[in-house]
């Protein structure tokens, strides 16, 4: 399959044109590793407008960094501080006064770092410039995404046969965990979120030592990662039995979720995509328990852009890989959310996930 690093090098140099900057530091990890594929955890990459891209890392990453990132960027091994060779690159570059930087992920100290080092250089603050090309996902980015989406819903298959009442929320993680390294995950992109009653009405709560009860509702939303891609999938399941409020909240989460995914497009504003979901929702009566944005892009992170939210009026752009989201949650009883993540083609959205959404009884 094509290398792609050469032409995202060569779109970032092409992004920089009309800030009229010369070069740019970005010391985003992810945002190397998309340009580089350099993984490790140390790294400053400055990007020329008109010479070759310099990588700088530690000791630690000697033999790594030549391996992952070849030719597509000379390579600088520090012996005591990134910023130390950051600062005699730039004392030793033969043009350029001006180089751009991502504020949003840059430290106060790191700033005060830069200023203290630019001597002739003039340093300008800028946002999402490379957020922005990874939006678009290539064949092979999709690629990895689709297979982390394999290895999750091949785990979740496997953890929920072993479920059972009067486990714990953490032990059901555990057996979750286990089984993604199993199959063949990297890693967890997130901390896993298992919540159980009464916890399942929190969007973002940890796995607890609460042990699982009979009828009630029992949600998991967790991902995998392969080549560095992350998945993100929700599924809420019931435990023994169900009760008539129960069906009825999990249904309309779940014509939510499949309107939405069905329906959103590429060139859509991201409020619009949002408003397919909720819409339907706040029709039933239960807009005010649907209190989060409809989904987030995914990808080298579990949370990019572009973002579907009722605020969010960038169109959502072809390529983009978003998760789809809606989610009822009622204090003191419990809550639903169903999440699937969706490819948008130039065609139409290409559900990637396809494990049931169903209200299953388990355990």
């Not at 992920?105 to 003039?122: C, I, K, N, P, Q």
């Not at 309107?259 to 397919?276: E, F, L, T």
């Not at 949370?303 to 959502?316: S, V, Y």
Request: hydrophobic residues 45%; charged residues 25%.
């Amino acid at each position: 399959m094509e290398d792609r690093r050469p032409h995202r090098l060569a779109a970032l140099r092409a992004a920089l044109a009309p800030l009229d900057v010369d070069a740019m530091l970005v010391t985003s990890l992810p945002s190397v590793r998309y340009l580089t594929g350099f993984s490790g955890s140390a790294a400053l990459l400055v990007v020329f407008a008109d010479a070759p891209s310099v990588l700088i890392t530690d000791f630690r990453y000697a033999v790594q960094v030549v391996d992952e990132v070849g030719a597509h960027a000379t390579v600088r091994v520090e012996p005591t501080s990134l910023w130390s060779g950051l600062r005699d690159l730039l004392a030793g570059a033969t043009a350029g006064s001006r180089i751009a930087f991502e504020s949003a992920h840059t430290l106060f100290s790191d700033y005060e770092r830069m200023v203290e080092l630019a001597g002739r250089w003039t340093w300008r603050g800028t946002v999402g410039v490379v957020e922005a090309l990874r939006e678009r996902k290539d064949p092979g980015e999709l690629r990895l995404i689709r297979e982390a989406v394999r290895i999750a819903e091949a785990a979740l298959e496997r953890t929920i046969r072993e479920v059972r009442v009067g486990q714990t929320e953490r032990q059901v993680a555990g057996i979750l965990e286990h089984h993604l390294r199993d199959l063949g995950s990297d890693a967890t992109p997130f901390e896993t979120i298992v919540a159980s009653g009464e916890r399942a009405a929190l969007p973002h709560a940890r796995a607890s030592t609460r042990v699982l009860q009979a009828n009630e509702f029992l949600l998991i939303d967790f991902g995998a990662t392969h080549g560095g891609y992350c998945s993100d999938i929700t599924r809420t399941f019931a435990l023994k039995s169900v009760n008539p409020e129960m069906q009825q909240v999990h249904d309309i989460v779940r014509e939510a979720t499949l309107s939405a995914s069905a329906g959103v497009r590429a060139g859509m504003r991201g409020r619009d995509a949002d408003a397919i979901a909720r819409d339907y929702i706040e029709a039933r009566g239960y807009g005010a328990l649907f209190g989060h944005s409809l989904g987030h892009g995914i990808g080298l992170e579990v949370h990019e852009g572009p973002r579907l939210a009722r605020t969010a009026d960038a169109p959502l752009p072809p390529g983009a890989v978003v998760t789809v989201e809606p989610g009822i949650y009622k204090p003191g009883w419990g809550g639903v959310r169903i999440e699937d993540d969706v490819f948008l083609a130039d065609d139409g959205p290409d559900v990637l996930t396809s494990f049931p959404r169903e209200l299953m009884v388990i355990g």
